[in-house]
């Protein structure tokens, strides 16, 4: 995929939310035609776990974790 992803719909404590590939499938956010973007992922959302996705030519942090709590990169 090309292009920035913001995720702003979470879980809850009791219902937390975990977004992986599916199948062992490779996920790649790839900011190569993105131009001065500063990240590609941009999470403001609680509960999520984030796992095996591989974000690439970022001209920034390639993931900002803004205003929440509760997430889990792995």
Known sequence: YYGRQDLN???T?????TIEPYNS????????Y???M?????V??????IKGITVTNVNGK???IWQTNNV???
């Open 72 to 74: 889990i990169l792995d």
């Open 9 to 11: 719909k979470g879980g």
């Open 44 to 49: 403001r959302a609680p509960y999520l776990t």
């Open 62 to 64: 390639g993931i900002t």
């Open 34 to 36: 993105s131009g001065s």
């Open 13 to 17: 404590s009791s219902a937390p939310i």
């Open 38 to 42: 500063y990240e590609m992922l941009f």
């Open 25 to 32: 499938t490779a996920v790649i956010i790839d900011g190569q």
